[in-house]
């Protein structure tokens, strides 16, 4: 115990000593006394307790822990609990020279016992990604200390080869939950990405645990869980790639609205996850952009491909995940086409889940739709892909009874290939026989099956396709089978019941995250209305906020005058301007469900396909019931 006095007394006497030959000479004298106390810690119970208390006197430290560090052989997991509770409470706020000194007698401790005190080690560095003293730009600390945890993790997967799979499990367990504050997130994600600057082959597993922590975040923001109201001030200020807002194109920032203008709970929760969300999208896009190699850069993307086959392609309607494989397609033609080879073959394959294939089939029409970058090639080549697909399943198929249920593949494809067509078909008309490759895909004998898909999928799709057709000379038009479409009611889906219409989803819809925007200027394609819509909406601000809704999903405008050509309104059920009376009766025998339209001038308009089982409906101005009985189209 005297001599822990003595030394201690010392050290507090030599800290920052010049003379290095005498400071060597304490060090010495010091392991010798730390040697004789480790080895007698059972009989000497005193001398090794104040061992323990003197390595966390921070002005006797740096001689404390070079001493330790020549008689690592002799500390034991067991014996000597007290002291490593000392050393996993070392305390970062001390000079550059100590701080080494403890690193230095980490790496001698965990080369000599192997794997013993490794998880101990780095659970204690990783911890200090989370560090406010170490970790926030603003601490004096941050220059000095942060790559130091980093050269401590280094150093210690190059000692210990076992490390590396202790490493990622604790990467994955500290990640701050998606609930905790954006500068814990913004710290963790910066350093989850300077971890793989030293250690390359963590690349994958960590863009894994990135990507994964991302898709949390983005589907926590559920934007059609916010009122109306509050959706106009979640999209009133508009950004320097989006087009104008007076011209009705897209919608603004998610995210901006003012904590004073609203104190709903929800709104400032989701607003709060955007500015997560853009943070740590930003962060991984900037590394990205910081790759000067090529070839690193092609291993990402590769990486990328497989994470997003993993986890985005299988996650239901993500917002903004995608994007970061959206941007890195931008860098190379060879990524788009890599994308969209992977994309299509994974459709035409067909050995993935129904689910997983229409999702597949949405990012393919998204991308290349949204996509500035993507050569004309390109385009035709998927459509021919997708339309040679369609053709080929209503040779076997067309005939059927339509249902989103049975062919929710077909449908989803067909909308895919006229999404792509209402975005490109400039594109398309511009290139050397474009009208003849448009006329050859041959769109209208798709629409003219049995399957009417035009029924089925999006309104704003069909719409717009049809007024394209219409505006290109030789190009047959849709119309008349709009104006069929307006008049016929869809029975529910065969299986399960529900609304026949498949389920839409635009992956690459217009990114609303303002702070990583920037890295998509010049690459997204938006939206332009054609003067028709503008006038249309200009007329009436209260028929722009329910489509404003809809086009969370697609932002195809849709024009009342064109709507009234048609004949109605072009539904899910079908309905009729507001000059005419309505009324609908429900009944359901088994799994047949249909819905009545009465007027003035007709007492029964149509009875949908029926499903297998009876429908009945009532004229509710003559009063007199009817009743229908199999299956097909019924029209009295």
């Given amino acids: 115990m005297a001599l822990y006095h003595m030394y201690s007394r010392d050290t507090r006497n ?27 810690s059972e009989q000497q119970p005193v001398a090794y307790k104040h061992l323990a208390a003197a390595i966390c006197d921070k002005q006797a430290q740096y001689l404390w822990y070079r001493s330790l560090s020549k008689c690592v052989s002799l500390i034991c997991a067991e ?61 004096p600390h941050y220059e000095t200390f942060h790559p130091l945890v980093h050269e401590g993790i280094r150093r210690t997967l190059a000692a210990v080869p076992g490390a590396a799979s202790k490493l990622y499990n604790l990467l994955s367990s500290e990640f701050p939950h ?35 922590k991302i898709i949390q975040i983005d589907v926590s923001i559920k934007l059609e869980e916010v009122p109306d109201d509050e959706i106009e001030n979640l999209f009133s200020s508009t950004g320097d790639i989006q087009p104008d807002n007076s011209q009705g194109n897209e919608v603004g920032w998610f995210g901006d609205c003012d904590f004073e203008e609203t104190e709903d709970p929800q709104v400032i929760e989701h607003r709060e996850n955007a ?89 393919i029409g998204s991308f290349v739709g949204r996509a500035t970058f993507i050569p004309p090639r390109l385009t035709q080549e998927v459509l021919f892909r997708l339309l040679g697909w369609l053709h080929q399943y209503v040779s076997q198929f067309g005939d059927l009874v339509p249902d989103a249920g049975q062919h929710g593949l077909f449908y989803s494809i067909c909308q895919s290939a006229m999404y792509i067509f209402c975005f490109k078909h400039e594109q398309l008309m511009n290139e050397p026989n474009g009208q003849e490759f448009i006329r050859k895909l041959n769109f209208i004998e798709i629409f003219e099956a049995n399957l009417n898909p035009l029924k089925l999928i999006l309104t704003e799709v069909a719409l717009e396709f049809d007024k ?25 889906k065969a299986a399960w019941g529900g609304d026949n219409q498949i389920d839409t989803f635009f ?130």
Wanted: with cysteine; glycine share 8%.
């Fill in 468 to 492: 394209i057709c219409r505006k290109i000379c030789g190009i047959p038009t849709i119309t008349h089978l709009l104006r069929r479409n307006a008049s016929i009611v869809l029975p529910t």
């Fill in 178 to 212: 998606c609930s905790f504050p954006i500068h814990e997130q913004q710290a963790y994600v910066h350093n989850l990405l300077t971890v793989i600057e030293y250690c390359p082959r963590f690349r994958e597993p960590i863009f894994h645990l990135l990507i994964d």
């Fill in 275 to 363: 500015q997560k969300l853009d943070v740590i999208i930003d962060l991984v896009l900037q590394y990205i952009v910081s790759r000067g190699y090529e070839k690193e850069r092609d291993e990402i993307f590769e990486v990328l491909i497989r994470v997003f086959d993993a986890l985005i392609l299988s996650t239901y309607k993500s917002k903004y995940t995608q994007f970061i494989l959206f941007y890195m397609c931008r860098m190379k033609d060879a990524y788009v086409e890599r994308f969209l080879s992977f994309l299509c073959d994974k459709l035409m394959q067909g050995d993935s889940s129904t689910l997983m294939l229409q999702s597949s089939a949405a990012y």
């Fill in 14 to 40: 030599h800290h920052g000593i010049a003379n290095e030959e005498e400071t060597e000479e304490k060090i010495r004298v010091m392991a010798k006394g730390c040697n004789t106390t480790l080895q007698r």
């Fill in 79 to 139: 014996r000597h609990q007290l002291l490593l509770n000392s050393v996993w409470a070392f305390g970062w706020d001390t000079d550059v020279r100590t701080v080494w000194a403890y690193l230095d007698f980490l790496i001698h401790l965990n080369s000599c016992h192997g794997s013993t005190f490794v998880y101990n080690t780095l659970k204690m560095l990783v911890k200090k990604f989370k560090d406010p003293q170490i970790q926030d730009p603003q601490s």
């Fill in 507 to 636: 992956p690459f819809d217009p990114f609303l995250l303002r702070g990583s925007s920037k890295h998509f200027k010049g690459a997204y394609q938006f939206w332009q209305s054609s003067p028709e819509e503008d006038d249309e909406d200009s007329q009436s601000e209260s028929q722009e906020r329910e489509p404003r809704r809809r086009r969370r999903n697609s932002d195809f405008g849709m024009s009342g005058s064109y709507e009234e050509e048609l004949g109605g309104s072009y539904g899910s059920y079908g309905s009729f301007s507001t000059s005419v009376e309505m009324a609908n009766s429900w009944s359901k025998h088994g799994q047949g469900i249909a819905c009545m339209e009465l007027s003035e001038d007709e007492d029964v308009m149509d009875l949908g396909y029926g499903a297998g089982g009876g429908v009945s409906f009532l004229d509710l101005d003559a009063g007199v019931a009817f009743k229908g009985v199999g299956a097909g189209l019924f029209s009295f």
